[in-house]
């Protein structure tokens, strides 16, 4: 929609901050409403169908909790859930700010605002909304931010990486990275194997203010518990047998920079106690010594599994969550990305046609047809597997149906083996472990899966050490 023709609302109790956004925005827009009173958002509402509302963040000026906001908020949602809201906000909290976007706002501003700033925010918000998500809406303005390479609607690119999808779900990633990524939020990265929390992870640090600084990556689940605490905080020669020198942690090398934690769902309640310890006190001890070093990181972090319903289970602390979940991106499987399975295929072919000296190649209807309908438990790692598999395999200029053959490691079924055991006892545990595999450790699902109760599972789960 066109500034021009939208209906908006503000709603402020600072006279001063009405008047200016009056004079700014009256000559732009089809008509402008502004109300001091958020009592009267529920009169307002029902008898106008306003386009966007811009919503004061604190409303009394001794409480700066921000809480008003997001109460006012949650009520614009209840009368009208497709309405935008932009929060402002005179307090420059990051945090709240970024909150806001969580509960359902679709972007803010902070007072005092640069005019064009306050202008691009809500002509990009109007047409993003019109656009249905079809087209990218990368914010070009923040400090941080970089420029879309290609100019492409369809990808958000960086410097250094390139992040496929125009799917409704991927363009709400991309904004969002484009939003937090100069923010020092810590993120939550949530998605199954292979949907590019890594990829996602990296393109966070690149916008951020800290790209000039070192991005540390740490896959949690490949450390063993002995090893957890060396890798991350480092130690001092003899401090343990096999500390044969001084070595510098994984948090103290990302000082400055990005931390991004992998597979956090995976580690055990006193990894979990250890982690937070240093993410509440912003210090750093290493084994053998008792000085504090003090670190300064944006953490980001990924998993794979529901860790909220572990939370729930008391498997994983609510008090790290909360720590580590500032912000939320959530990555779709690739089923469920509609036509971001073509462009992806057809991005990989690009890449794997050059470096197979295969120009030229294409994929015919069928093949593409055969793409689009499988389900890709693997997600975008196993699509781009098997587009290699095919480049490789391919005998003409096109790429037919039966040259795509999807992997035999997200598929054990169809390799069609004798069971490698007669043993039950061993028969039961693979089984459930191939349950829990398939719903990504959700202990319900898998338990509802294999026909018993989740407390016989856990059961299970006790007796055969899993
Ligand atoms: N949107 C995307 N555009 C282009 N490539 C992508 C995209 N998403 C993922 N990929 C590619 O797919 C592969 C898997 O991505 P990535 O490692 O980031 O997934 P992940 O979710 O971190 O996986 P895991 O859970 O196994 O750690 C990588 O080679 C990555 O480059």
Redesign the pocket.
Known sequence: MKLKNAKILIVDDDPDVLLAMKMLLQPEVHQLTTEKNPENLNALISRNKFDLIILDMNFKSALNTGNEGFFWLSKIREQDKDVLVIMITAYGDIDLAIRSLKEGARDFVVKPWRNEKLIEVISEALDKQASNGKSLNVSKSDSASQPNKNGSAK??TSNL?????ESEA?QD?FYKIDKIGPTDANVL?L????????????ALHERSLRNDKPYVAV?LGALTETLFESELFGHRKGAFTDAREDRTGRIEAASGGTLFL??IGNISLYQQAKLLSVLQNRHIVRLGTNQMIPVDIRLIC???VPIYELASEARFRKDLIYRINTVEIT?PP?RKRGN?IEL?AQ??LKIYSTKYNKSGLDFEPSALLKLKQYNWPG???E??HTIERAVIMAGTAFIKANELSFSPIEHPEMTNDEPKTFQLHDIEKDTILKAIEKHQGNISKAAKELGITRTALYRRLNKYDI
């Open positions: 990808t958000n990486i390139e992040l496929i999808g991927m990633v990265i998605g199954e194997n292979g949907t590019g929390k890594d990829l996602v992870a990296r896959d992998d597979e990924a998993t794979n990555l690739l971001d992806l991005h990989f997600n975008v790692r699509l781009q």
